[in-house]
């Protein structure tokens, strides 16, 4: 069994309980540091982040904020929140994704832009960020097959939009 749940990053050192009344302490924990001041929580609760929540977490930390909802560690839906380059939205393990959606009639393509229009709102999120994306690293990332959890893909995209751990080597 994998994880369900949400992997958000934001630039802050504030709990994401002191920011969302509706996530408590005991639902959250740091996934990952990274360098820059930003940190990746885990959020332990059946509920994606929602959009509106992200608007608070920007609008508090006066920075772009991201996140991750992870589906069973297969698949995970990327929302992404900036200052100046407002709301997006992708998916990566397009195979899984594809494979949860047609249970409910859904279609990838439906919701989700092109792998080329992800990396383009992924690096203009970057930027806004204040890092400096690496296009082909995102690509490699959007398109990456999780083998066989999607979190290190999740790792690999963040590295790609310049959000690197603390303990990877440069």
């Known amino acids: 069994m994998g994880l369900w749940g949400s992997l958000l990053v934001v630039k802050s050192d504030d709990r994401v309980?002191?920011?969302?009344?509706?996530?408590?302490?005991?639902?959250?924990?740091?996934?990952?540091?990274?360098?820059?001041?930003?940190?990746?929580?885990?959020?332990?609760?059946?509920?994606?982040?929602?959009?509106?929540?992200?608007?608070?977490?920007?609008?508090?930390?006066?920075?772009?904020?991201?996140?991750?909802?992870v589906m069973d560690s297969d698949c995970a839906v990327i929302e992404a929140l900036g200052i100046r380059t407002g709301f997006w939205r992708a998916c990566l393990g397009r195979e899984s994704m594809t494979a949860y959606m047609a249970e409910s009639g859904e279609s990838v393509e439906e919701w989700f832009p092109s792998a080329d229009e992800s990396v383009r709102a992924a690096s203009d999120w970057a930027r806004d960020a204040g890092s400096e994306p690496s296009g082909n690293r995102l690509a490699e990332a959007l398109a990456a097959v999780p083998d066989p959890f999607v979190e290190p893909v999740f790792i690999a995209m963040l590295e790609g939009m310049g959000i690197r751990s603390v303990s990877a080597d440069d």
């Open 17 to 69: 309980s002191t920011q969302l009344p509706d996530v408590t302490e005991s639902h959250e924990s740091v996934f990952l540091e990274v360098d820059g001041g930003w940190r990746v929580w885990a959020v332990d609760r059946e509920d994606p982040i929602s959009e509106d929540e992200l608007s608070v977490i920007v609008e508090r930390s006066k920075a772009p904020a991201l996140c991750a909802y």
